[in-house]
């Protein structure tokens, strides 16, 4: 197996999205104004979505690289807290975090020191590569609902 040609398509798989949207296309033109919209009871916001992108993304990446790390409690720490007025700061905080956890995901992939097929020490049989693909997956999935959601909002144009 030609292992640097497995670590340029896993992160083109985080990075370009593939065969789904990337975060960058899933938010451009989004109207400040939608991002805390609830287009229905029992459906998330965009911000809510993000966040939990955010929240997610980080937890798989310190599971796999931190033995001391400990998962938020499932569901509800997975998911922020509703709140009435989404500020533009902590949106930024959001896909500033979002992105620095995938920039630091991106590097464990591309460590060559790191066999992404072998076993995490410290976890119950999971690979680097499960966990990996675990968030490009999750992040594809959830991307997925943004777009949706941006539908029903009448803010999609692509």
């Known amino acids: ?13 985080l990075q370009k999205g593939q065969a789904h949207i990337t975060v960058q296309e899933a938010l451009k033109g989004l109207k400040p104004e939608l991002r805390n919209v609830r287009i229905a009871p029992g459906f998330h916001t965009i911000y809510e979505q993000m966040e939990h992108l955010r929240i997610s993304q980080e937890d798989i990446l310190r599971y ?7 998962s938020p409690n499932w569901p509800e720490e997975y998911w922020p807290p509703e709140i009435k007025r989404l500020s533009g ?4 905080e959001t896909l500033i975090g979002f992105e620095n956890d995938l920039k630091a995901l991106i590097n464990l992939v591309q460590d060559s020191n790191i066999e ?5 020490p410290h ?9 990996i ?14 777009v949706l959601t941006r539908k029903m909002l009448g803010d999609w144009s692509m």
Do not use: C, F
């Not at 197996?1 to 798989?13: C, D, E, F, H, P």
């Not at 700061?89 to 930024?92: A, L, R």
């Open 116 to 120: 992404l097929t072998s076993k995490i």
């Open 123 to 131: 976890t119950k049989n999971h690979t680097y590569l499960r966990e």
């Open 64 to 70: 796999t690289m931190d033995p001391q790390w400990k």
């Open 89 to 92: 700061k902590k949106w930024e």
């Open 133 to 146: 693909l675990l968030v490009a997956d999750h992040n594809a999935y959830h991307l997925g609902q943004i």
């Open 1 to 13: 197996m030609n292992t640097s040609l497995t670590r340029k398509t896993i992160v083109a798989l």
